[in-house]
């Protein structure tokens, strides 16, 4: 079965700070990795995706993870904050039968002026 | 291009009463869903459909909540009656096929917003 742990329900950096939101999956299988954002009051947009091509993916925003198989990890980084970047996270897998994806809990984001 | 449209986007209603939300998906997505999301928590399925076929309800309390998708399109979830404990987002998402090999994006309406009293 597949799980989603992210590390810290809340972090805040101040702006123009590097951005580290931690998302570690269990999957039995190679698995499909996703962040996606959500902003107050609307749904959730993708951020960035990987599909087991380069394992440094870069996405929207400015946003990149980067998949480490041996760690199990696929971290959520931004070298610089903007205070519009202010925003929950969700990270997510589904596995190469693409049947469900799993979300995780979610990690808002506070940016400090 | 339009994207997944949903309504309402709130309601308020009394334990025990009924209600219904509305889901129009992306033109062309065979994948339609239908997820929950608890106020500090990440989305949870309820239901998946492929095409107008159910692939996933594993997670629908099926003696309150009930969903179709009647030719394939939009989509309607039903709660009834409803319970203190339903208070969330409902959200639903559409994405052109199941996510499989191609990892396909999932793309998210703005969500309904359930308020039960």
């Known amino acids: 079965a597949q799980s989603v742990t992210q590390l810290g329900s809340h972090v805040s950096v101040s702006e123009g700070a590097l951005v580290l939101l931690r998302c570690n999956y269990s999957s039995s299988v190679p698995p499909y990795l996703f962040w996606y954002v959500q902003y107050p009051n609307q749904g959730l947009q993708l951020l960035l995706k990987?599909?087991?091509?380069?394992?440094l993916v870069k996405g929207i925003n400015g946003f990149e993870a980067e998949f480490k198989k041996s760690e199990t990890s696929f971290h959520l980084t931004k070298p610089s904050a903007h205070m519009s970047d202010a925003a929950e996270y969700f990270c997510?897998?589904?596995?190469?039968?693409?049947?469900?994806?799993?979300f995780g809990a979610g990690t808002r984001l506070f940016v400090k002026a | 291009e339009a994207g997944v449209a949903q309504s309402p986007r709130y309601k308020i209603i009394e334990k025990r009463q009924s209600v219904a939300f509305w889901c129009n998906p992306i033109?062309?997505?065979?994948?339609l869903y239908w997820y929950q999301q608890i106020l500090g928590q990440g989305p949870k399925l309820l239901i998946q459909?492929?095409?107008?076929?159910?692939?996933?309800d594993s997670q629908l309390p099926k003696d309150r909540f009930s969903a179709e998708r009647l030719k394939g399109v939009d989509s309607t979830l039903k709660i009834q009656p409803a319970k203190l404990e339903d208070s969330a987002v409902y959200l639903c998402?559409?994405?052109?096929?199941?996510?499989?090999?191609?990892?396909?994006?999932?793309?998210f309406g703005e969500g309904s917003w359930l308020t039960v009293v």
């Open positions: 998402a559409s994405s052109e096929t199941i996510p499989a090999a191609a990892g396909n994006t999932i793309y």
């Open positions: 459909f492929q095409n107008n076929g159910v692939v996933d």
């Open positions: 990987y599909t087991s091509a380069a394992t």
């Open positions: 033109s062309g997505h065979a994948t």
């Open positions: 997510a897998v589904s596995d190469a039968g693409g049947f469900k994806t799993i």
